[in-house]
């Protein structure tokens, strides 16, 4: 069985620019979340989706976006780049949100640099 | 809101020792905990997960953690630390109400020396 593939996992940016990113989860799971880790703020819930719905939604700005497909796949979109969008971009996959606690399988994630 | 504390940002520990990670939860309500390792470059792999079910959790690759309520502790543990062991472990608590949010600590580095 597959696991989550990010993709790409390097990426280098400029300022003001906008990144897309993508995941696809592991066949079968419906939940994609996605995470930013800095080393400053450690790892920071972005948002998570679920049947092509946001459920939740952490503290950032509008500049980050996602969005879920038909077929679980999910893409993450930062426009407007800035210094300190530069993290370790990981995606989360679980079956769904459902009361007992699914696992969440990590891809390796994306680097991205912002220059 | 639910949280986790990590005690301990950088733990060393000789190979063949005993490892302690510790993990202590803020939550109103049974949490669901989780420890997760991370080597450089990569993503998060998950060690084992509490759900209630029992207070003594088995993981992969030797790790075990107990829910202690009364300390609101989740602590990591290894009878006997492998070079293979070196790493980032993160502590994490899922959100109530539904979803798969994680929150995590802000992990604990170890350090495994000969």
């Known amino acids: 069985k597959a696991g989550v593939t990010q993709t790409p996992r390097y990426l280098i940016k400029t300022r003001g620019q906008q990144v897309t990113l993508s995941c696809s989860p592991i066949s079968g799971h419906r939940s994609v979340s996605w995470y930013q880790q800095t080393p400053g703020q450690g790892l920071q819930f972005l948002f998570e989706?679920?049947?092509?719905?946001?459920?939740n939604k952490g503290n950032f700005p509008g500049r980050f976006s996602g969005r879920q497909f038909s077929n679980s796949r999910s893409e993450m979109n930062v426009s407007t780049l800035e210094l300190g969008d530069s993290a370790l971009y990981l995606c989360a996959s679980s079956l769904g949100p459902t009361t007992d606690p699914t696992e969440a399988f990590f891809g390796q994630g994306t680097r991205l640099t912002v220059v | 809101a639910q949280s986790v504390t990590q005690l301990g940002s950088h733990v060393s520990v000789s190979e063949g020792a005993l490892v302690l990670l510790r993990c202590n939860y803020s939550s109103s309500v049974p949490p669901y905990l989780f420890w997760y390792v991370q080597y450089p470059n990569q993503g998060l792999q998950l060690l084992l997960k509490?759900?209630?079910?029992?207070?003594l959790v088995k993981g992969i690759n030797g790790f075990e953690a107990e829910f202690k309520k009364s300390e609101t502790s989740f602590h990591l543990t290894k009878p006997s630390a492998h070079m293979s062991d070196a790493a980032e472990y993160f502590c994490a608590v899922r959100s109530t109400g539904g979803g798969n949010k994680l929150t995590f600590g802000t992990g604990t580095q170890l350090k495994v020396e000969l």
């Open positions: 989706y679920f049947s092509e719905t946001q459920r």
């Open positions: 509490y759900t209630s079910a029992a207070t």
